[in-house]
């Protein structure tokens, strides 16, 4: 089953929409918490600013020539699971232990040479000109 040029054209917006709404979306930083959410990051993660993600989960990237073995040894070793594997390469999206909070777990994912990046899983809301969603 090969693609037709009406899927491969739906595809491409599809990821055009998705790739935009990721670099265009930067929070919003009068976002009220709801249920699943949670405030600020701790104050210990440098760099981190003050927005909204979901409780319990995080995104974490592995640098390039670490390989699968290597990744699931890290995740497994911080009792982390898996949600699911993101589109771009050696990125997860990951969910903590519930006996312990993000910021802990950025901390200790930054003293792995092999990880690029740990984040929280950040809230993103798209908003219109007149800055409403």
Not at 62 to 77: C, D, L, Q, T, Y
């Amino acid at each position: 089953m090969g693609l037709t040029f009406r899927n491969l054209t739906c595809v491409l917006i599809l990821l055009s929409i998705f790739v935009f709404t990721t670099v265009s979306c930067q929070g919003n930083p009068d976002a009220q918490p709801g249920p699943e959410r949670t405030g600020a990051v701790s104050k210990g993660i440098s760099g981190v600013k003050k927005q909204d993600y979901r409780k319990g989960e995080i995104l974490v990237k592995f640098r390039s020539s670490v390989n699968r073995p290597a990744m699931e040894k890290i995740i497994e070793g911080l009792d982390l699971e898996i949600i699911k594997v993101v589109l771009v390469p050696n990125l997860y999206l990951l969910r903590i232990p519930r006996d312990s909070t993000v910021p802990k777990i950025i901390e200790r994912l930054r003293q792995f040479e092999e990880v690029e990046y740990s984040e929280p899983n950040y809230i993103r809301s798209i908003y219109g000109k007149d800055g409403r969603k």
